[in-house]
């Protein structure tokens, strides 16, 4: 079911919560709340009786609303950590209703697991973050006109009684629909330590970012900076014009020489940018590493404050592009999330390609400004629920309208799906949940907000015979969760199938879905499988 709001202004008539702040949970917030409504939907029905229509409709029960509008807060703009680990496997305890993250558009996650998994063994638990997994695979969501979002919510009945799989969907609208977009300024900060040496690192990105010279218009600009032991900007901010040649020398020289200074190359590399900074143009950061820091400056706080200034000041954001067999996730994560950008990673010249030349472009743009999506669950009809993954996203739920607190940062052609697991009461009928999705115009920092809605008889009564994307992204969070808890079962997504049948699954679905990044899916759950025995 395909669920489009009012856009806000200002906000509705809220529920006012009284000081309490969410518990640092980077988990499943709400026990007692309605059947989940989730920021996650792929194309759904338009039956069973949801509304279309954003407005809130609770049939006057008084369920909980998304949180007040806020004109000040104590924070001081900066996204609310939450450490990772397990916390999001535990299911959130009554009377908490809402659940209020970060938008988050990194796939760098299922990337590295599958190139782990092609090496022939199993990614480490703490690089796996199920939503990136997740994100990882097309949609087939309805994307807005202008700026902003769609809001797209579906869900189906797991076989384990009681529990359902809930799904948000957000859209932008369609890259290629984008218009005139202004000009790029990009500054690639490329490692060139020895252990880029490695194939499948320096030689993918070489070979994709001459391939990406050649699509950039002639109003462009690229400035390149390499560190290795040191940093050193290679070729400063330079129009494409007529200038390409000086760019593919630029490329062409790369070697990989010595140790990983990644600290000295964050540095030279935002100020090579603020240096060439234009005013009109999209200034960002392409950082390409391994992010094996071991010289120089290796404290990640102190590296981030770099990142951090730059982007207050000059509004620069942070694409980070992973690769490697050995690979530093955890502090390209960190790089990334203060950067307001996001990462990726790539194995092979296809993947490097398609990042490079295909999904670039569409990290040029932006749509959406310190977006943030807020689910409130019906405890009529809920009694408990569990946001999958989302981590290192979540915020205070009295933030979703303080606008100081970070958000994500969203460009064209993207989405953003969110699954939930949720619990619904015996027998229970009738609304769920309220998802509603918050950002900043791009350009005149002005609040917006859309909102769906989900009701019980919008469930499809089985997960496995509902939409083809709605049970890829079930097989990719199914699959994330197995690869966190390796033997540790205790506390399982509901619904979960062994790795063996779910890799059987997978390969069904891959069939229905005649697309190729579910083949690959598959294929990487059937490895998984064999390593697990």
């Known amino acids: 079911m395909t669920l489009t709001g009012n856009d806000e202004h200002t906000g509705r ?13 980077a988990i499943l917030i709400g026990l007692s709340l309605a059947g989940g409504l989730l920021l996650t939907g792929c194309g759904a029905s338009d039956s069973n009786g ?16 998304p949180a007040p509008n806020r004109t000040s807060g104590t924070s001081q703009g900066e996204r609310k950590n939450t450490p990772t680990g397990d916390a999001s496997r535990e299911f959130a305890p009554s009377p908490d209703y809402l659940s209020t993250f970060a938008l988050d558009v990194d796939t760098a996650s299922y990337g590295y697991a599958r190139r782990a998994l092609a090496d022939g063994r199993l990614p480490e638990a703490s690089t796996v973050r199920p939503e990136e997994f997740v994100n990882s695979f097309r949609q087939d969501y309805r994307r807005p006109d202008g700026n902003g979002f769609s809001v797209t919510v579906d869900g189906a009945r797991t076989r384990e009684k009681d529990w359902s799989l809930v799904r948000v969907g957000l859209a932008t609208r369609d890259a290629a629909q984008s ?41 462009d600009s690229i400035a390149v900076v390499t560190f290795s032991d040191e940093a050193r900007t290679v070729l400063p901010m330079t129009r494409l014009g007529h200038h390409r040649d000086r760019i593919y020398d630029a490329i062409r020289g790369l070697e990989p020489t010595e140790s990983t200074n990644l600290g000295a190359g964050v540095r030279t590399g935002y100020a090579t940018a603020v240096k060439g900074l ?20 290796t404290d990640a706080d102190a590296i981030l404050e770099s990142i951090s200034t730059a982007r207050r000041e000059h509004g620069i954001t942070l694409f980070g592009v992973g690769v490697g067999s050995e690979y530093g996730d955890a502090l390209m994560e960190r790089l990334a999330d203060k950067g307001d950008g996001h990462t990726t990673y790539v194995s092979t010249i296809e993947d490097a390609r398609k990042v490079f030349c295909e999904q ?11 977006a943030k999506a807020q689910v409130a669950f019906d405890p009529e009809t809920v009694k408990q629920f569990r946001l999958i993954g989302y981590d290192d996203r979540q915020v205070a ?3 979703f309208r303080n606008d100081r607190v970070d958000g994500g940062e969203v460009g064209p052609g993207h989405t953003v799906t969110a699954l939930y697991a949720v619990r619904t009461r015996p ?33 499809d009564e089985d997960l496995w015979t509902s939409s083809t994307r709605l049970q890829v992204d079930a097989v990719a969070a199914y699959f994330a969760d197995d690869l966190r808890t390796g033997d540790d079962k205790a506390n399982p997504l509901p619904g979960a199938l062994p790795l063996g049948e779910l890799a059987d699954r997978a390969h ?9 990044a579910v083949d690959d899916l598959a294929n990487a759950v059937e490895r998984a499988s064999g390593l697990m025995g």
């Open 13 to 25: 008539p809220r529920r006012p919560r009284t000081g309490r702040r969410r518990r640092p949970v």
């Open 50 to 65: 949801s509304s279309t229509d954003g407005s809130n409709k609770s049939g006057g029960r008084g369920f909980p609303q």
């Open 179 to 219: 218009g005139e977009r202004p000009p790029a300024a990009l500054t690639f900060v490329i490692d060139i330590s020895g252990s880029m040496g490695e194939p499948g690192r320096l030689d993918l990105a070489k070979d994709a970012l001459g391939v990406m010279t050649d699509r950039l218009r002639d109003d």
């Open 278 to 297: 234009r005013e009109g143009a999209t200034n960002r950061v392409v950082l390409i590493s391994d992010a094996l820091a071991n010289t120089g400056e």
């Open 360 to 370: 670039l472009p569409q990290n040029i743009d932006l749509t959406a400004r310190d």
């Open 397 to 399: 739920d009295e933030d």
């Open 427 to 459: 027998g229970a009928s009738g609304h769920l949940a309220t998802a509603s999705v918050r950002w900043l115009d791009p350009d005149t920092r002005a609040p917006h907000e859309e909102s769906g809605q989900l009701e019980t008889g919008s469930l």
């Open 508 to 516: 069904r679905v891959a069939s229905a879905a005649e697309d190729k």
